[in-house]
């Protein structure tokens, strides 16, 4: 009780009790349930450690790298995935030069995945030297036959012979190239079987598709006119917007029109076209059209093979 008491006291003193001794506040058992009273002493407040070392410099990521090829007056556009996989659309109008240059120079011995948009010449001449030397893995075709064109039969029965998988993609679907990182989106293709040997017909059933990486897209459209461009602006709208084209039909007047384009809203249009052709490719409505829309337009008959890369360095 005495120390009861004293400790009792100390409290009164500190103005932490106001009850004088003798209190019923001093019987017995009483001071168990000062602790109600008073606070409890704060836990000490640990001292942080020395910071994390910095990781060091982030690593860029794995390029897109696309590449539109001088073939003359054709067309052929290769790209090499982030994930090492590669694809070549088209292959130009010559059966041996100068897509066979360019696989060369870049030390292609295997396609993973070729894409013949439709069965014109001067997009399925270059292909018979690929399914002859290179290895290929998959090959994306429209169901349209070209009746006009036995080239494009012979082809087409080569690589069936030779027990390549052949994939008729249709509007709508998606292409595994890269997944989880490139999303390859199909917005055009025949995809049941017909035949024809009209131009336009053959043209509006181009494989056209949309490749997205790393929130920047390219758009490929084949032959398509601005007929087929007014079907696809009504389908998809503001879905068709990309930061890179691959222009339709070597810049024809028949497409690229400005419905067409002010959705895709291109920075960067590309031209498959050769010097001096015959049907006088671009149409200078077609280059007036790109630059109203603020697009940097680059011809492969006065600039070359070009690339384009997303991501990498």
């Known amino acids: 009780m005495k120390l009861k008491t004293i400790f009792a006291a100390v409290l009164f003193s500190s103005g932490l009790l106001a009850f004088a001794p ?41 390029a897109l790298q696309a590449y539109f090829v001088n073939v003359g007056q054709g067309d052929a556009e290769y790209i090499v995935l982030p994930n090492g996989k590669n694809v070549l659309i088209d292959g130009g109008p010559n059966p041996t030069a100068p897509l066979i240059q360019f696989l060369s120079q870049n030390g292609v011995t295997k396609l993973d995945y070729v894409v013949l948009t439709h069965p014109h010449l001067d997009h399925y001449a270059g292909l018979d030297y690929v399914f002859t030397h290179l290895k290929v893995g998959t090959f994306y075709d429209t169901r349209e036959d070209n009746t006009g064109a036995a080239g494009a039969k012979t082809l087409r029965d080569k690589i069936s012979a030779m027990g390549i998988r052949t994939v008729y993609p249709a509007a709508g679907d998606t292409l595994d190239w890269d997944p989880g990182e490139v999303q390859v ?103 007036a059209n790109l630059q109203a829309v603020g697009a940097t337009v680059y011809r492969t008959d006065l600039d070359g093979t070009q690339q384009f890369n997303i991501g990498g360095r």
Do not use: R, W
Not at 44 to 51: D, E, K, L, R
Not at 248 to 258: A, D, E, F, R
Not at 268 to 279: L, Q, R, S, T, W
């Open 185 to 287: 989106n199909v917005l055009n293709a025949c995809a049941t079987p017909g035949g024809s040997n009209s131009g336009p017909v053959l043209n509006n059933c181009s494989i056209v598709f949309k490749v997205t990486y790393q929130d920047t897209s390219m758009l490929y459209t084949g032959d398509i006119q601005a007929d087929q461009e007014a079907n696809l602006v009504a389908k998809y709208g503001g879905q068709l917007q990309s930061l890179v084209l691959k222009v339709c039909h070597h810049g024809s007047n028949t497409s690229s029109s400005p419905a067409f384009l002010n959705m895709v809203k291109p920075k960067y249009a590309y031209i498959g076209v050769g010097k001096d052709n015959i049907f006088a490719f671009p149409s200078p409505v077609t280059l």
């Open 22 to 62: 003798g209190s019923d506040l001093f019987a017995a058992g009483a001071l168990d349930s000062l602790s109600t009273l008073v606070s409890p002493i704060p836990a000490p407040v640990p001292i942080p450690g020395p910071p994390a070392p910095f990781p060091g410099p982030l690593k860029p990521s794995p």
